[in-house]
Structures are given as C-alpha cells and as structure tokens.
C-alpha cells in the first residue's frame, strides 16, 4: 500500500506519500538505488537519535546545554507507517546485493559451495537449495514467456548438476567446463517437466527407464 507519489524526492517532505511495501519501494525506486540508500539512512538515523534521547531522558543523563542532546533532541520517532516505509525500503538494496543470480556467476566461475556458503553466511546446503531454486525459476519462464526467456531443458539440466554432490553427479561444482561429465561419456537425464525429480545419469542413446516407466503409471491410470 502507499500514497499517491512524485518519486522518491517528494517522500521525505510529506508524511502521507511513502511506500509501505516492498513492491512498492521497489517500484518507486527502481530506477534510483542510491535514493533508496539515502532515504533508508534518513530514517535510520532519525529513529537512532530519537531512541538516544528516549534513553538519556530515562536515565536522567539528558543535559538540554549539551550541544549533542540538543541535537539528537531535534529528532522526532518514527511514526508506525515510517517504521513500514523503513522496512520495506530497505530491502530494495538487499535484494538487489543479494541477487541469486551471483550464486550461478560463483559456481560458474569455479567456487565451491562451501566457499559460497561462507560468503553468504549460509550452510553449504542452504546454498545448494537456493540455486535449485532460482535455476527451477529461470526454467519455469520458458513456458510463462513462451520460450522467449529462460533457461533452455539442458541449461537447467546442467544447473541442477551444478547444484548437486559431486560424488554423486561428477562433472558438476569444480568443473565448470563439464569435463568430468563428457570424460565418462554420460548423458545427465534431469527430468526438466518434471522439476528435475528422479533426475540420473545415463549413457548416449540408452533410453530413460525413469520416463518409460512414468509413461506406464500414467497409462495404467487412465
């Protein structure tokens, strides 16, 4: 939800003109993070010097001759929808930083997933699922953009592999290049219409048993 706005130079001047959603924050500064900064440490900082004086005043330590507490005294709270506004643009930098795409550029380049775990501040597993997740997202836009983007069957194939143990699926995380995979002369079978489940190695020409007998279950179904 938000107000009627000019941009994000009208948003510190009037106290009903703020997004208090991320969608919305992320619409209004889409074309400007370095808006989203300044506002963000505009409020950040408001509400730290209207928390000081509420502790000064509490411990009784508040001295109105202090030019510093006549300073931070100026500040007045966060009001709720300032403290929504604050939230919600504040992930408009995080999620922009923390993009997952940087996960495909990092494995790409040759990092391991512990390396990229630790990056993050995540498990190694945490950051295996999450690049599961965003190649599921790249392949599912074939089909909502009519192919036009996305990531093709293979690209995804390759990505799960990627994402996957490399005791169990060679070729993957280490060896960008696919060397493993093509040194064994193994096909990765990953199921794409099926989001990669049930996804196995498989050698050149030899058919997929995995689909042949699905084909089956679904025939005796019917």
């Not at 950040?44 to 000064?56: G, H, N």
């Not at 500040?75 to 300032?82: D, I, T, Y």
């Not at 604050?86 to 391991?112: C, F, N, Q, W």
């Not at 009519?146 to 293979?154: F, L, N, P, T, V």
């Amino acid at each position: 939800m938000t107000m009627p706005h000019g941009g994000p130079q009208d948003l510190a001047g009037l106290a009903d003109d703020r997004p208090l959603t991320y969608n919305n924050a992320g619409t209004v500064y889409q074309t400007s993070l370095t808006a989203a900064r300044d506002r963000y440490a505009e409020l950040s900082d408001r509400d730290l010097s209207a928390r000081t004086v509420a502790l000064l005043r509490e411990r009784g330590e508040f001295d109105p001759a202090n030019p510093g507490h006549q300073l931070v005294a100026a500040s007045e709270p966060l009001s709720a929808a300032e403290h929504l506004e604050h939230m919600a643009i504040g992930e408009v930098p995080t999620r922009y930083y923390r993009h997952p795409s940087m996960l495909d550029h990092a494995v790409k380049a040759g990092a391991s997933w512990e390396q990229i775990g630790a990056a993050r501040g995540t498990s190694t597993d945490q950051a295996r699922r999450d690049y599961r997740e965003w190649a599921e997202g790249q392949h599912n836009l074939l089909t909502w953009t009519e192919g036009r983007i996305g990531m093709s069957d293979a690209e995804y194939a390759t990505a799960i592999a990627r994402a996957s143990d490399p005791q169990t699926y060679p070729g993957g995380i280490g060896d960008p290049a696919g060397i493993g995979i093509r040194a064994r002369g193994r096909i990765l079978c990953a199921h794409a219409d099926h989001d990669g489940q049930g996804m196995h190695w498989k050698l050149p020409g030899q058919a997929c048993t995995a689909r042949a007998e699905r084909n089956a279950e679904t025939e005796a179904g019917q």
